[in-house]
C-alpha cells in the first residue's frame, strides 16, 4: 500500500523529470531557481503560519530532529577527515544524510500507519525540516564551494529564512493574512514538492558514471541512509524517553528518505548534485521495505 500510494506517484514524477533531461537536454538549474527562491518559501511561510509549534512537545521533538542531525554531522565530519573527502563531497553527504522528506512522504506515510492524530506531530518535524534545511541547509551547500564566512552570508541571501521570519512576525503581531490570498499562497507553494521531484529526474539523467572511489561514497551515502540512520534515529528517540504515538512517529521519521530541498540546494551551490540525487533516489525505492520493518515492530 505504501509502494502504491505514496512511493509510486515519486518514481513517476521522476520518470517524467528523466525522460525530459534525456530527450531533451533540459538543464535543472532554472527549474530549481524557481522551486529554491519562490515555490518552497512560500509554502514555508504557510506552513509556519498555520502550524507554528509550541509547549513540550515541540522542544522534545525538535529536540529529537536537530541532535540526530548534530549527531550526523558529527560523524560525516570524522569519516570526511579520515577519508580526506574534497569540500564539495563532505557537504553532498551530509546533505543527503541529514535531510528527511517529512512533507511529501512522512504526512502520508504516517497518516496511513498511525491516523489522523500523528498528523499534528509530523507537521511539527515538518516545521523543523523546513527550518533546517533554511539555515544549516543552505550553510552545508554553500560551504562546498564557498569559506565559512561567505556560506555564512549564503544563508541570508536566500529567501528561506525571510520566510521563517515573516511568519514569526504575523504570529508576534497576531496578524489575520487573507484568506483568499493565504489560499493562493498555499495553491502555489504546494507545487514546490512536485516540480523537485521532476528535477531529481532530470538530475539522475545527467550522472556520469564516476570512478570506483566516487560510486563507492554514493553506495556507501545510500546504504548509511537507508539502514545506519534509522537505526540512530531509532536509538536517540528511544534514548529521549518518548512515548506512544510521538515516540511510534518518530521511528517511522527516522527511515524517511532524503527530502528533495536538498537536492535543489545541492544544485543550486553545484556540491555534486549527482551525489545527492542518487541518495534520494536510492533512500527513496528502499525506505518502504525500511518502514514495514518498523511498522511491524510497533505492532
Same mark, same amino acid.
Given at each position: 500500500?505504501?509502494?502504491? %500510494? ?45 502550524? =507554528?509549534?509550541? !509547549? ?15 549527531? =550526523? ?25 541529514? !535531510? ?15 491516523? %489522523? ?29 564557498? %569559506? ?37 499562497? /498555499? ?12 528535477? =531529481? ?11 570506483? /572511489? ?5 553506495? !556507501? ?21 518518548? %512515548? ?6 518518530? =521511528? ?48
Amino acid at each position: 500500500m505504501i509502494l502504491l %500510494e505514496v512511493v509510486l506517484p515519486l518514481l513517476v514524477l521522476m520518470g517524467l523529470g528523466f525522460l525530459l533531461g534525456r530527450l531533451r537536454h533540459t538543464d535543472p538549474q532554472p527549474l530549481s531557481d524557481v522551486t529554491l527562491y519562490i515555490l518552497l518559501p512560500i509554502l514555508l511561510f504557510t506552513s509556519l503560519v498555520h502550524h =507554528l509549534p509550541s !509547549g513540550m512537545q515541540a522542544v522534545q521533538l525538535f529536540a529529537w530532529y536537530f541532535g540526530l542531525v548534530f549527531l =550526523l554531522w558529527l560523524v560525516i565530519a570524522l569519516i570526511a577527515y579520515l577519508a580526506a573527502w574534497e569540500r564539495a563531497t563532505r557537504s553532498a553527504v551530509l546533505l543527503g544524510l541529514t !535531510g528527511f522528506n517529512m512533507a511529501s512522504y512522512g504526512l502520508p506515510v504516517a497518516l496511513f500507519a498511525l491516523g %489522523e492524530h500523528s498528523l499534528s506531530i509530523v507537521m511539527i518535524l515538518v516545521v523543523a525540516s523546513n527550518i533546517h534545511m533554511a539555515t544549516f541547509g543552505v550553510y552545508i551547500a554553500a560551504s562546498g564551494q564557498q %569559506e565559512k564566512g561567505r556560506a555564512l552570508a549564503s544563508v541570508f541571501k536566500m529567501p528561506l529564512i525571510h520566510a521563517i521570519w515573516l511568519a514569526l512576525l504575523v504570529h508576534a503581531l497576531d496578524l489575520t493574512l487573507p484568506a483568499r490570498l493565504l489560499s493562493l499562497a /498555499e495553491m502555489v507553494g504546494r507545487a514546490a514538492p512536485p516540480l523537485g521531484m521532476i528535477v =531529481l529526474g532530470i538530475q539522475i539523467s545527467a550522472i556520469p558514471l564516476r570512478s570506483s /572511489e566516487g560510486m563507492a561514497v554514493l553506495y !556507501g551515502g545510500a546504504i548509511s541512509k537507508i539502514f545506519i540512520v534509522p537505526v540512530l534515529g531509532i536509538l536517540f528517540a528511544l534514548s529521549l524517553g518518548t %512515548e506512544d504515538l510521538i515516540r511510534d512517529t518518530l =521511528l517511522l521519521g527516522a527511515c524517511l528518505p532524503t527530502a528533495i530541498n536538498y537536492l535543489l540546494l545541492s544544485v543550486r551551490f553545484d556540491v555534486r548534485p549527482d551525489l545527492v540525487g542518487g541518495i534520494l533516489f536510492l533512500s527513496t525505492l528502499i525506505s518502504p521495505f525500511t518502514i514495514a520493518l518498523v511498522l511491524w515492530f510497533i505492532d
